[in-house]
């Protein structure tokens, strides 16, 4: 047994994430138990402040890092408490930190979070800043995740495509007989949570109730469509910078629209981005969702619609595999946690477009004193 603790708070800015993750002999995975740290709305509106340039950044970037660490440490200790487990019992933290830029073509990502300080805590090695040696050797940094769908979602003989939908879609391509590849899509759940907030004041049309009422525009869903970033071929990876407010001003006719007309648009251009997405690679497969638009129903059965009109053979949450939709990703930062502490090489060539694999991640050794 080895049991390392995964930390993952995404482009949704919701909560912290925090999986408990068991690497057993002959290679088998398993989650034992996880829960949800969540920010409080001064958080929350701290690391959207963070995401676009501003005032005295620096010295918010520094403080926001200290916060994260502090959340992870409470959201550690309970889980351990709960599990009656002590830090000793654990091989080591592997921990995402709070993406607030990601600028590959300049070579660079930020991710937030104090994990000297998270080690200090918590009394648990630290490993971290998993995206930097990937864009060193070229990469994109992003996404992370398809390599670890590949080992634990990989059908040996039906296609199979994994799509995350967080504040970002990614999709991860499992074709038999190929290496695995992936690439960001485009929104998920963030130009939906952007207008349910504005308009709605509340944090997402969650089940898509409001979406599912309205009518989609077309003039305004082909005004979105219009951004170059959906044209270029993978390896390809986003983020707020691109699809934020201002992207969603772009459309004049969209800013004519009530609210749940505004909530199906966007809803149906994260559909149609995933399904066009996956439509590039040809084969027919299955569909899983994870991450939190698996939860919204009508999403789903967008999805499901654009995807049936392709040709695949099923859309479904990844739960019916036999995978936790939701900590699925903190699952994979332990994963990338486990392979750092054992210097095992990742290849990440044909999904983040990287040189050669590559050991990814850096350390922060707990304290003796802690």
């Given at each position: 047994m080895a049991l390392y603790i995964g930390l993952m708070s995404g482009t949704s800015a919701d909560a912290i994430d925090v999986a408990l993750v068991d690497f057993q002999k002959g290679g088998r995975i398993r989650l034992?138990?996880?829960?949800?740290?969540?920010?409080?709305?001064?958080?929350?509106?701290?690391?959207?402040?963070?995401?676009?340039?501003?005032?005295?950044?620096?010295?918010?970037a520094g403080m926001f890092g200290c916060r994260y660490a502090q959340a992870a440490a409470e959201g550690i200790r309970e889980l351990l408490i709960r599990q009656k487990l002590t830090p000793e019992d654990i091989t080591a933290i592997a921990s995402h930190g709070q993406t607030v830029r990601h600028e590959p073509e300049n070579g660079f990502s930020v991710q937030?979070?104090?994990?000297?300080?998270?080690?200090?805590?918590?009394?648990?090695?630290?490993?971290?800043?998993?995206?930097?040696?990937?864009?060193?050797?070229?990469?994109?940094g992003a996404p992370l995740v398809p390599a670890f769908h590949q080992e634990i979602c990989a059908s040996p003989d039906t296609p199979r495509y994994i799509v995350n939908i967080g504040g970002i879609?990614?999709?991860?391509?499992?074709?038999?007989?190929?290496?695995?590849?992936?690439?960001?899509?485009?929104?998920?759940?963030?130009?939906?949570?952007?207008?349910?907030?504005?308009?709605?004041?509340?944090?997402?049309?969650?089940?898509?109730?409001?979406a599912s009422s309205g009518t989609v525009s077309a003039e305004a869903l082909e005004e979105l469509l219009d951004e170059p970033y959906f044209k270029a071929e993978p390896p390809k990876s986003t983020g707020r910078e691109l699809f934020n407010g201002d992207y969603l001003n772009r459309s004049s006719i969209l800013q004519n629209l009530c609210p749940d007309d505004m909530l199906a648009t966007?809803?149906?251009?994260?559909?149609?981005?995933?399904?066009?997405?996956?439509?590039?690679?040809?084969?027919?497969?299955e569909i899983y969702v994870c991450g939190g638009g698996c939860h919204n129903s009508h999403l789903m059965e967008r999805i499901a619609f654009h995807a049936?009109?392709?040709?695949?053979?099923?859309?479904?949450?990844?739960?019916?595999?036999?995978?936790?939709?939701?900590?699925?990703?903190?699952?994979?930062f332990a994963w990338l946690g486990y392979k750092f502490i054992n210097r095992e090489k990742i290849d990440m060539t044909g999904i983040t477009g990287s040189s050669e694999p590559e050991i990814m991640g850096a350390l922060y050794p707990a304290p003796k004193s802690s």
């Amino acid at each position: 047994m080895a049991l390392y603790i995964g930390l993952m708070s995404g482009t949704s800015a919701d909560a912290i994430d925090v999986a408990l993750v068991d690497f057993q002999k002959g290679g088998r995975i398993r989650l034992v138990a996880a829960l949800e740290k969540k920010w409080s709305e001064e958080d929350r509106k701290a690391i959207n402040a963070l995401c676009t340039p501003g005032e005295n950044e620096i010295h918010r970037a520094g403080m926001f890092g200290c916060r994260y660490a502090q959340a992870a440490a409470e959201g550690i200790r309970e889980l351990l408490i709960r599990q009656k487990l002590t830090p000793e019992d654990i091989t080591a933290i592997a921990s995402h930190g709070q993406t607030v830029r990601h600028e590959p073509e300049n070579g660079f990502s930020v991710q937030l979070g104090n994990h000297a300080l998270l080690a200090a805590l918590t009394g648990i090695d630290v490993t971290c800043d998993f995206r930097s040696m990937d864009l060193a050797l070229g990469g994109q940094g992003a996404p992370l995740v398809p390599a670890f769908h590949q080992e634990i979602c990989a059908s040996p003989d039906t296609p199979r495509y994994i799509v995350n939908i967080g504040g970002i879609s990614n999709v991860s391509v499992l074709i038999p007989g190929r290496n695995v590849s992936g690439f960001d899509t485009g929104p998920g759940n963030t130009m939906i949570d952007l207008l349910a907030r504005k308009y709605l004041n509340q944090p997402s049309d969650f089940s898509g109730e409001h979406a599912s009422s309205g009518t989609v525009s077309a003039e305004a869903l082909e005004e979105l469509l219009d951004e170059p970033y959906f044209k270029a071929e993978p390896p390809k990876s986003t983020g707020r910078e691109l699809f934020n407010g201002d992207y969603l001003n772009r459309s004049s006719i969209l800013q004519n629209l009530c609210p749940d007309d505004m909530l199906a648009t966007v809803t149906e251009l994260t559909a149609v981005t995933i399904v066009q997405g996956i439509d590039l690679f040809g084969e027919k497969g299955e569909i899983y969702v994870c991450g939190g638009g698996c939860h919204n129903s009508h999403l789903m059965e967008r999805i499901a619609f654009h995807a049936g009109r392709s040709g695949h053979l099923k859309v479904a949450g990844i739960r019916e595999i036999g995978v936790d939709p939701d900590y699925l990703e903190a699952m994979a930062f332990a994963w990338l946690g486990y392979k750092f502490i054992n210097r095992e090489k990742i290849d990440m060539t044909g999904i983040t477009g990287s040189s050669e694999p590559e050991i990814m991640g850096a350390l922060y050794p707990a304290p003796k004193s802690s």
